[in-house]
C-alpha cells in the first residue's frame, strides 16, 4: 500500500454493517481506486448505491479479489473462518467485522482511538471488535490511562440494527401490529421487541452469560492489554431502530476527580462530551444515530466511593460500533504505509 | 378497624396507579363495606368500573371521608403534603403512593414481604415505597438477609406507564409517528421516547443524580434500615408500556453461593424465579404485565468477585411497584387488627 490509489473489497456489502462500510470508505480519506462489492449469499444482484453511481454486488468469489490491497469482511463468523486466511493468503489484508478471530493472539483487536500500536504486528488479518465493547473502550481508555480501572460494571441498552436488518424489520412490523391492537408475531429475535426488551444477545454459556456479555469481558481486557480488568456486563435488547446506550459504573485504582475525568474525556480523540443535566444535555439514541463519536453524559462520583464513577455512554451501533472503526482501522494502516 | 366491613377511599382514582388500587382493592381479602373515589383534580365525574357496576369518582373534599377506615392517596406530592395529615386527625389511616413522606423518620415506608414490623410504628400515615426500589428490595432482601448487601449497582429500563396515562399516550403517538415516516411531536417527557430511551427520571440534583436515582439509595437504606449500603443507580425510562426492568449487581460482605440464593428466592414470599437461560426462560416486561410478583431471572456468579452476584428483576410498576403494594399494606394493617 505505497502512494497509488487502493483496490478495496467489501464482503457483505448488502447488509446493514457492509453497507455503511461502504459509506464510509467514500467518507474517509482511504485513496479508494476500486471498490469491489461482494455478498456472501443469496443478496448478490443487488445494486449499491456508491455516490457517483450505482454498482452490482456480485457474490463472492476468491479468485474475483486477485489485485486487492484491503478487504472488510462484515459476514458470519463461519464465513470469516472460512475466507479469512485464504483472503490474506493472497497478500490482502483483511479487516473481519465477525467475531471470528477477536481473541485470537495473532490477531491484533483495534480500536484506533484506543490501542493503534497494536496494528504494528499484524500478518495481514485484523479484527475490529464488538459493538458495546468498542463504545465501552473509548470512553473508558482516557479515564482508565490515568486511574487504572478495575471493575466495570455495565448495562447495555442496544439497538434492534444490531442483530441486522431482519431484527429492524421485526421491530416496526411488531410495533405496529400491537399499535393497531393485534398480537405481535414472533420472529428471528429470542423474545417480543416491539415495546418490549430482553437480557439476551447471543447464546448463554453454562455460567448464564451471554456471548455479548463474554466479549464485553474479554475483548476490554484484549485493547486495553489488563487481564485483571473486571467487566460485570447485563447486554439488553430495546426497542430502538439506531443507537447502543450503556449504563458504566467503574471502579479504579486511585480516587478519581471528577474535573480532570470532564478534562480527559473533553480532549479525547473519538468522545463527545454531553454533559449539563441543568440544560436536559445527555446523549441518546436517536440523537447520535448517524454520528460517528461516542458520546458522554451523566458523569458522576458516588458519595462514600472515592474511587468509583458513573457514565451514560451512547454511540451509533453501526458507524463506531462496526462500519466507521473498521473504515479507521483501513485509514490508519493507509497512513502507516505512507510513512 | 375491629371485624366489621370497612369504608375505604382512593384519592386519585381516575389515575393508572388509582384505578389499579381500586381494582386490586377488590380482588385482596379486605371486607369492603363502602369504597369511594376521589379525584385531586379537573378529572372527577369519570366513571369508574367496579366489576358490580360503576361508581362516579366525585372532586375530592376533605369532608367526605368522614366514618373511613383506610384512604389510599394516589396523588402528586403536592396534594399528599397538603391533605395526608388532615385526613390522618381524622382518624383515618393514610397509605400515601406520592414520594412526599417516604423519607419522613415518622412516617414508616412499607414493602410488606421485606419489612412488614415498620408498620407496627404507624402514627396513621404509611408511605408506599418507589416502584423501582420496591422490585429492587423484594428481590435483594432474601440475600441481604443471608449475606449482607454492601453494594448495588443497579441500571433500570423503565416504562412509561410509571410516568402516567399521558406518557403512555405520548409513547403510542410518537411510535406511530416514526413507523409513518413522521416526526415524532415533543410531549410532557424530557426526551422523545419514541424508539428511543433516556436516562432522566424526574429532576436532576446538583451533583447529577436524578430524584429517581436518591429515592432508590435513600428509601432501600430506610427499608432495610441499613444506612451503610451504597445503591448506584441509573434510571432509565424505555419504549415499553409496562413493566420495570433492573439489571442489578449486587457485592456482599460474604461470599455468595448461588445454588442457596436460588433456594432462598425460590421460596421467597412475592419472588418468582424465572431462571432457565437453556429454555430462553428469563422475564421479561411483556411477560410480567399484569402480574403481581417480582420476577427475577439471570442469576450468575461474578468470576474473580466471590461477594457478588448479577440478576434480572422484573416486576409490574403499577402493581407490586405501586398499587398492589399499597393495598398489600391495608391487608396487612386489616390483618394485624383482626389479631
Chains 1, 2 share one sequence.
Not at 443487488?46 to 486477485?66: I, N, S
Not at 483472503?87 to 481473541?103: E, H, K, P, Q, Y
Not at 472515592?306 to 462500519?323: E, Q, Y
Amino acid at each position: 500500500m505505497g502512494s497509488r490509489r487502493l483496490r478495496i473489497a467489501v464482503v457483505g456489502a448488502t447488509g446493514l454493517v457492509g453497507g455503511e462500510i461502504v459509506s464510509q470508505i467514500l467518507r474517509s480519506r482511504i485513496d479508494v481506486g476500486d471498490l469491489l462489492l461482494f455478498s456472501s449469499d443469496r443478496s448478490s444482484g443487488h445494486l449499491a448505491w456508491l455516490g457517483k453511481g450505482h454498482q452490482e454486488v456480485r457474490p463472492f468469489r476468491l479468485e474475483d479479489l486477485c489485485g486487492c490491497d484491503i478487504c472488510f469482511l462484515a459476514v458470519g463468523d463461519d464465513f470469516s473462518k472460512e475466507y479469512a486466511h485464504r483472503i490474506t493468503s493472497l497478500g490482502i489484508t483483511v479487516i473481519d467485522n465477525s467475531s471470528a478471530f477477536r481473541m485470537d493472539p495473532n490477531v491484533p483487536l483495534v480500536v484506533p482511538e484506543v490501542n493503534p500500536e497494536d496494528l504494528a504486528w499484524h500478518r495481514g488479518l485484523i479484527a475490529n471488535p464488538n459493538c458495546s465493547t468498542i463504545q465501552m473502550v473509548v470512553a473508558l481508555a482516557p479515564l482508565h490511562r490515568r486511574w487504572k480501572a478495575r471493575k466495570v460494571v455495565v448495562a447495555t441498552y442496544q439497538a434492534v440494527s444490531g442483530a441486522g436488518g431482519q431484527a429492524v424489520g421485526e421491530l416496526a412490523e411488531q410495533a405496529q401490529a400491537i399499535l393497531e391492537g393485534r398480537k405481535a408475531a414472533s420472529g428471528s429475535l429470542p423474545k417480543q421487541i416491539g415495546f418490549n426488551l430482553f437480557p439476551h444477545i447471543g447464546d448463554f454459556d453454562s455460567e448464564g452469560w451471554s456471548t455479548e456479555e463474554s466479549k464485553m469481558l474479554n475483548e476490554t481486557r484484549k485493547i486495553l492489554k489488563d487481564n485483571e480488568i473486571v467487566v460485570v456486563p447485563t447486554a439488553v435488547r430495546v426497542p430502538v431502530f439506531r443507537g447502543h446506550s450503556e449504563a458504566i459504573y467503574v471502579e479504579f485504582e486511585k480516587p478519581i476527580d471528577l474535573g480532570t475525568a470532564r478534562e480527559d474525556l473533553s480532549r479525547a480523540k473519538g468522545v463527545k462530551l454531553m454533559d449539563d443535566q441543568r440544560q436536559t444535555i445527555y446523549p441518546t439514541p436517536v440523537e447520535c444515530a448517524n454520528k460517528g463519536d461516542v458520546f458522554v453524559g451523566r458523569l458522576r462520583k458516588i458519595p462514600g466511593c472515592p474511587n468509583a464513577i458513573s457514565m451514560w455512554v451512547v454511540a451509533d451501533n453501526l458507524l463506531k460500533g462496526a462500519a466507521l472503526n473498521a473504515v479507521e482501522i483501513a485509514e490508519l494502516l493507509c497512513a502507516d504505509a505512507r510513512k
